[in-house]
């Protein structure tokens, strides 16, 4: 198993991977968007590759906006977290976590955030796992406006 940075070579396969953890997403605009995190010095992903075949990615930004917690900027925020149904539980998060804080710490940040659905109760297990400390849980609203 090997942590890689993104790269030209592998941004198609993280395309695809975002595509299996968002799946109301279209391959073709995760692929665009992939593209464009090569090219942003403020965000950066890592892929998992086993035998060839990648199967995890952490996604990473800096963030200098408000972000619940925080209590120093640039904080880094970890955007998602995947691994393959099948190689869960075999501590591929935890070593892709282990990336993100030296990356972090790389960029000038002392915290990792990250924030996940208010029912997706094994993303807020493993969260509390990995070290996270909960910092608030909300329901957010919109209403559409009629225009006249």
């Not at 109301?24 to 090569?38: P, R």
């Not at 190689?87 to 892709?96: C, D, E, F, N, Q």
Request: overall charge negative; proline content about 1%.
């Amino acid at each position: 198993m090997q942590i890689v940075k993104l790269s030209e070579q592998n941004v198609e396969a993280l395309a695809h991977l975002f595509v299996e953890l968002w799946p109301e997403c279209t391959f073709e605009t995760e692929y665009e968007y992939c593209k464009q995190i090569l090219e942003k010095e403020n965000q950066t992903a890592f892929l998992v590759n086993k035998k060839s075949e990648y199967i995890a990615f952490v996604y990473l930004s800096l963030r200098n906006d408000f972000v619940e917690g925080a209590t120093s900027y640039p904080i880094a925020y970890l955007e998602g977290i995947y691994v393959k149904e099948s190689y869960r539980k075999t501590g591929i998060a935890s070593k892709l976590i282990q990336q993100a804080e030296q990356w972090a710490k790389e960029n000038g940040s002392s915290q990792l955030a990250s924030d996940v659905e208010i029912d997706n109760e094994q993303s807020i297990r493993f969260h509390n796992k990995s070290g996270f400390q909960e910092e608030n849980r909300i329901v957010c609203f919109i209403k559409d406006l009629k225009s006249h």
